[in-house]
């Protein structure tokens, strides 16, 4: 489903994650067993450490559960069934189960720390068609049931290194990475090439909230809020996040230092708060919810293809820079420059940095 308009997309993702924002990140929600009656598309999501609520990766895959049970005509309370991992995140595969076990198909699953697990829940449901976000499949090694959804972070954080080198008044910028993680350095790797694309002299301080292993940095914005603090401190006046729900401290560190922030994801600028909403410059936007929406449709439509990827990159509109607020207007031809350059392939953009 790769051809539906990006335009009627954006809007759909967005209007939902406005929506949904402000909701709670509880268990589980949506309607009852997918077996309950109802013989139309029955929707399972799995979320991502943190859950519903978190203003970017999760809320974002949530919206494109709502914009692809919109144009299907279903109902998220009957049709939608959404869970999320308990504190140390040790029943991914217990939440999997449940949703297969109860009817629900598609089952999507939020994030690559499911990586370890979704290969065995789809061998035991092989007619269920599972996605994961975040998670390749290209060598067919989880099941010819999954699909995974992968993005070009690292094309999508060179333009918010480009962004930031063309408005730091410092020439100081940061990068807050919530885990260490090769995901996660692919938005470093992008972000410092994007910035020495444009200022080979520049200086960029980068931190991580939490070593490999350790998911506690996606939500823990006391860290994300002292690691930003002493960035600024130290001379950044622009500092991107990559860092979940964390990223809520580094936008106020950004509103106490009066400097500015990057959100990720989602158009965070949307869902930030009136003074947060003077700090985020932009956001580096990672269309989840696209990716979400389009898996859908392509289960309701009979044109799934499991044991493969599908990528979204700066050429398909899957990653890409948010415009809200305005504060990039005046840098928007550079900005285009050098993605048009990623695309026609004059710049590679490194993936680890």
């Excluded at 998220?76 to 939440?95: F, I, K, Y």
């Excluded at 979204?312 to 948010?322: A, I, P, R």
Aim: charged fraction near 20%; charge should be negative; aromatic fraction near 8%.
């Amino acid at each position: 489903m790769r051809g539906m308009k990006a335009a009627a997309l954006l809007l759909a993702g967005s209007m939902a994650l406005a929506a949904c924002a402000s909701d709670e990140s509880d268990s589980g929600s949506g309607g009852g067993s997918g077996s309950g009656g109802n013989d139309e598309l029955m929707i399972g999501l799995a979320f991502d450490t943190g859950g519903r609520g978190d203003k970017s990766f999760n809320d974002s895959a949530y919206a494109g559960v709502e914009a692809a049970v919109e144009e299907l005509g279903l109902s998220m309370e009957d049709n939608v069934q959404t869970l999320s991992p308990n504190d140390d995140a040790s029943n991914r595969g217990e939440l999997l189960t449940q949703l297969a076990e109860q009817g629900y198909d598609p089952v999507i699953a939020v994030g690559f720390n499911y990586d370890e697990i979704i290969a065995d829940v789809s061998q035991d449901f092989p007619d269920v068609t599972f996605a994961q976000v975040d998670g390749s499949n290209a060598d067919g090694a989880k099941g010819d049931n999954v699909t995974g959804l992968l993005f070009a972070e690292e094309q999508g954080s060179f333009l918010a290194g480009v962004a930031a080198a063309s408005k730091t008044e410092t020439d100081n910028i940061g990068f807050v990475g919530g885990v260490q993680s090769p995901l996660i350095e692919k938005f470093q790797a992008g972000f410092e090439a994007g910035a020495r694309a444009v200022n080979p002299d520049i200086t960029i301080q980068s931190q991580y909230l939490s070593p490999a292993g350790d998911f506690s940095g996606f939500g823990a914005p006391d860290r994300g809020y002292s690691v930003a603090q002493g960035f600024y401190q130290n001379g950044a006046d622009i500092v991107f996040h990559a860092a979940g729900g964390s990223g809520e401290g580094v936008f106020q560190a950004a509103v106490e230092a009066n400097k500015r922030a990057i959100g990720v994801d989602s158009d965070q600028w949307q869902t930030a708060s009136p003074e947060q909403q003077a700090v985020i410059m932009t956001s580096m936007i990672k269309r989840v919810d696209n990716a979400v929406m389009e898996s859908i449709l392509s289960v309701a439509n009979d044109e799934a293809e499991g044991g493969t990827d599908v990528v979204y990159d700066l050429e398909s509109d899957g990653v890409g820079l948010s415009t809200s607020g305005g504060y990039i207007d005046d840098i928007a031809d550079v900005v285009e420059d050098y993605r048009q350059q990623i695309v026609d392939g004059s710049i590679t953009v490194p993936t680890t940095p």
